[in-house]
C-alpha cells in the first residue's frame, strides 16, 4: 500500500513532464483605467449592484409585510410565556415565508412587468425598474395610513399630494413602516387579552390558596399551552395575520 502511494505521488509530480498536463481554469481579478465612458457607466452600475445587494435584507424588511408578522408572532411567543420556545430562528424563518406568501401577488406582477420584459430585451433598465417599483408602492399604499402618510409628508415639507404619484418613494416607505408597527401592536394587544386572562385566574386561585410563594407562570404556562392548541392557535393568528393584507 506504501508503494502504491508513493508511485502515485510520483506520478502526479512527473505528470507535467510527460506532456499529459491538465489545462485548469484561473480567474483573474484587476482594476484598470477606463478608456471609454461605456467602461466607467458599467463600473458604474456593478457598484450600484453590489450596493443594492448589501441592502437587500433592509429593503425586505421596509416594502414588506415581514415587519407586521415577525413582531406579532414575537408577542405570542411571549405572552404564552414559553421563553425561548420557538426559537428565533423558527419565527423569523417562518416570517420570511409567510412574507413570501403574502408578496406573492405583488411579485407575480413584478415578474410579469418588469423582469421578463427586460430580460427579452424590450425594455432599458429604468424602465425596468419603474416597472418593479410600482407594483411595491401600491402593495405600500394601500397598507399606509393617511395620518402616518400626512406626518411624513408634513416632516418632509412637501406639498399635500393629489394621488399616489406625488408621494415620494423615500417618504411612502417609513410611513408604511410606521402603519405596520401601529397595526402589529394593536394585534399583539389582542393576542395577549386571553393569556393575561389566565394568568389573573391562576394568579387569583394560588392566593386564595394561600400559594403565594408559588410563581403563578409555572401553574399557568400548561393551561395557555392546552389552550392555544385547542383553539388551534398558530392556524388562527396565521390566518389572521394573511387577512389583515387583503
Known amino acids: 500500500m506504501k508503494m502504491l502511494r508513493l508511485l502515485f505521488a510520483l506520478g502526479l509530480i512527473l505528470l507535467p513532464a510527460t506532456g499529459w498536463a491538465i489545462d485548469l481554469p484561473t480567474i483573474t481579478l484587476g482594476v484598470e483605467n477606463a478608456a471609454t465612458p461605456n467602461e466607467v457607466s458599467m463600473a458604474v452600475q456593478i457598484l450600484l449592484v453590489l450596493t443594492i445587494l448589501s441592502v437587500a435584507p433592509a429593503i425586505l424588511l421596509m416594502t414588506t409585510a415581514f415587519v407586521r408578522v415577525v413582531v406579532v408572532l414575537s408577542f405570542i411567543r411571549q405572552a404564552m410565556g414559553t421563553q425561548q420556545m420557538p426559537p428565533n430562528q423558527v419565527i423569523v424563518g417562518l416570517s420570511l415565508f409567510l412574507t413570501f406568501f403574502i408578496m406573492a401577488p405583488v411579485y407575480s406582477v413584478v415578474n410579469e412587468r418588469a423582469v421578463q420584459p427586460y430580460l427579452s430585451g424590450e425594455i432599458d433598465q429604468a424602465q425596468a425598474l419603474t416597472e418593479a417599483v410600482n407594483p411595491v408602492r401600491d402593495f405600500m399604499y394601500s397598507q399606509t395610513r393617511e395620518k402616518d402618510l400626512a406626518l ?43 393569556f393575561l386572562v389566565i394568568d389573573m385566574v391562576v394568579a387569583s386561585v394560588l392566593m386564595s390558596m394561600g400559594m403565594m410563594m408559588l410563581p403563578p407562570p409555572i401553574i399557568s404556562l400548561p393551561f395557555k399551552l392546552l389552550l392555544f392548541v385547542l383553539v388551534d392557535g398558530w392556524g388562527l393568528v396565521v390566518g389572521s395575520l394573511v387577512k389583515s393584507f387583503s
Open 152 to 194: 411624513l409628508v408634513d416632516i418632509a415639507g412637501n406639498d399635500r399630494p393629489d394621488t399616489i404619484d406625488d408621494v415620494p418613494t423615500t417618504t411612502l416607505i417609513p410611513a408604511f413602516m410606521l402603519s405596520e408597527l401601529n397595526r402589529a401592536f394593536q394585534i399583539g394587544f389582542m393576542v395577549y387579552v386571553p
